[in-house]
């Protein structure tokens, strides 16, 4: 079902418009309860957060709703979404000698015909707009000066950068570097804008 450590194929981050070519036009969410849950808690969290001073003017129960709310996601999307959506799993496990390992894994082969481009979709939008979304959150606290929203604000960077990070490292390998990733991904779209206009002229 799901092996390896690093590996070159597997589900489109990146290079969507690449793969859209090579694989069929696949719309159907297969896992809806999976897409719900993956965009609920941390949508959630986002909304609970901005309406807190209007909902309650308990500091400590809008902050405990909060970070349930950003921990049932950080749970959900590491351990079911990403594995039904996508096809990726990411974990850390200390060995005897107390060393710690990072996992990637990637479903290949047969199981990734389970994936489809709505879901995927859905997957990566969650999965970067809301820790940018929490990045703004951070800047505007400290900006405003409202200090006492900071650390809500930091576990939600955090939790929510921590699955981002673990699912990208998913996507490209888990010794591939991130910086080695981008410049690749930057080369090949210069080289095709450069392409694009030899033929023209």
Avoid at 1 to 14: I, K, P, Q, T
Avoid at 33 to 57: D, G, K, N, Q, T
Avoid at 162 to 191: D, E, H, P, W
Wanted: aromatic share 12%; net charge positive; with cysteine.
């Amino acid at each position: 079902m799901l092996a390896g450590d690093n590996n070159d194929e597997d589900v489109s981050l990146f290079d969507a418009e690449e793969d859209a070519g090579k694989r069929s036009n696949k719309t159907k969410i297969k896992h809806p309860v999976a897409s719900f849950f993956h965009l609920f808690f941390r949508v959630s969290a986002i909304v609970v957060y901005l309406l807190c001073e209007v909902l309650s003017r308990s500091f400590i129960a809008c902050m405990v709703s909060i970070i349930l709310l950003l921990s049932c996601d950080f749970w959900t999307v590491k351990n079911i979404t990403g594995r039904l959506m996508v096809g990726l799993r990411w974990w850390n496990q200390v060995d005897d000698d107390g060393r710690s390992h990072w996992v990637f894994e990637s479903r290949k082969g047969t199981g990734k015909q389970q994936v489809t481009d709505s879901e995927s979709k859905i997957f990566w939008l969650g999965l970067i707009v809301c820790p940018v979304l929490w990045v703004i959150f951070a800047f505007s606290t400290l900006f405003s000066f409202k200090i006492k929203w900071l650390p809500i604000v930091i576990m939600g960077v955090v939790l929510q950068g921590a699955n981002l990070y673990g699912y990208v490292r998913c996507k490209v390998g888990g010794k591939t570097s991130l910086k080695n990733m981008a410049t690749n991904y930057f080369g090949r779209q210069f080289l095709k804008q450069a392409m694009s206009k030899e033929e023209e002229s």
